[in-house]
Nanobody, 124 residues
Framework: QLVESGGGLVQPGGSLRLSCVVS????????IGWFRQAPGKEREGVSY????????DYADSVKGRFAISKDNAKNTTYLQMNSLKPEDTAIYYC???????????????????WGQGTQVTVSS
């Protein structure tokens, strides 16, 4: 199970930190991706962290503004979002990458379990 939290309403230029608490598995063995979906748009990959934590990646649209991290002891992955823009408004999801499956991290079908999502709204 994956449960996101930390979303909300924030003004442009503000910050939010999203959390993804996992249960039933450990972050030592699974990589995690963050996705978002805005109304009328396709779901897009935002960020990724490997199970070792040694590899992270970001969508071009959020590079330099977002930072992904994790705390294995707390079974939690974080997405720190700074300098938020109205176009960051979306429902944000975390997902567990399937083991032993190839493909880009930003492709939805390499993930097998998803959280319910948390709404992020950036507006003045």
């Amino acid at each position: 199970q994956l449960v996101e939290s930390g979303g909300g309403l924030v003004q442009p230029g503000g910050s939010l930190r999203l959390s993804c608490v996992v249960s039933g598995f450990t972050l030592d063995y699974y990589s995690i991706g963050w996705f978002r979906q805005a109304p009328g748009k396709e779901r897009e990959g935002v960020s990724y962290i490997s199970r070792s934590g040694g590899y992270t990646d970001y969508a071009d649209s959020v590079k330099g503004r977002f930072a992904i991290s994790k705390d294995n002891a707390k079974n939690t992955t974080y997405l720190q979002m700074n300098s938020l823009k109205p176009e960051d408004t979306a429902i944000y999801y975390c997902a567990r990458r399937q083991l032993n499956i190839g493909g880009r991290w930003s492709t939805s079908n390499v993930y097998d379990y998803w959280g319910q999502g948390t709404q992020v709204t950036v507006s003045s």
